[in-house]
T-cell receptor, first 115, second 110 residues
């Protein structure tokens, strides 16, 4: 089954404790991206990647890191989480043929709470 | 950078009525405009999209119109049904970034 998976789905942590949210897709998509969703603010792009070893900042990259060592995986790293990073996080992938953004296929979401 | 504004934030209609959601964007370089539907507790899913070389696109009860000169695009849903109740997001893509609007909560009452 074609899908985007994220783990964990729920996470409660404390300020400053490094964490990683994994994202994997099995559709051979070139483009992968991370978004955070907050009430009243919609979806905001954190980072995106057009292909392996290519990553770029979205609109809200501060406090986050990503890597794209393999085409299928795009982990989101919070080196020192803070309470303002409490949010619902979505990973997405897309077949970006010719460098053009297309339909985003979203993962199920990860609800993160930082105390 | 790109900025996308979406209105209204909430919209209540009776079943069978039409619903219109409007978005404006700021960067004339944007060339891809998708609409996503997010049901409660679920992930966003694409319902329709349009590229800047097209003015209108229809898919059954859903249509999107794009006015490049005015930099705005709209989602039209006809003959609304209770299952259309959800949050709808517009977005605009420039280069490889994707910027979303803040969402419209649509409530369709039977």
């Amino acid at each position: 089954e074609a899908q985007v998976t994220q783990n964990p789905r729920y996470l409660i942590t404390v300020t400053g404790k490094k964490l990683t949210v994994t994202c994997s897709q099995n559709m051979n998509h070139e483009y992968m991206s991370w978004y955070r969703q907050d009430p009243g603010l919609g979806l905001r792009q954190i980072y995106y990647s057009m292909n392996v070893e290519v990553t770029d900042k979205g609109d809200v990259p501060e406090g986050y890191k990503v890597s794209r060592k393999e085409k299928r995986n795009f982990p989101l790293i919070l080196e020192s989480p803070s309470p303002n990073q409490t949010s619902l996080y979505f990973c997405a992938s897309s077949p970006a043929r010719g460098g053009v953004v297309n339909e985003q296929f979203f993962g199920p979401g990860t609800r993160l709470t930082v105390l | 950078g790109e900025n996308v504004e979406q209105h209204p934030s909430t919209l209540s209609v009776q079943e069978g009525d039409s619903a219109v959601i409007k978005c404006t964007y700021s960067d004339s370089a944007s060339n891809y405009f998708p609409w996503y539907k997010q049901e409660l507790g679920k992930r966003p899913q694409l319902i329709i999209d349009i590229r800047s070389n097209v003015g209108e696109k229809k898919d059954q009860r859903i249509a999107v119109t794009l006015n490049k000169t005015a930099k705005h695009f709209s989602l039209h849903i006809t003959e609304t049904q209770p299952e259309d109740s959800a949050v709808y997001f517009c977005a605009a893509s420039y280069f490889q970034k994707l910027v979303f609007g803040t969402g419209t909560r649509l409530l369709v009452s039977p």
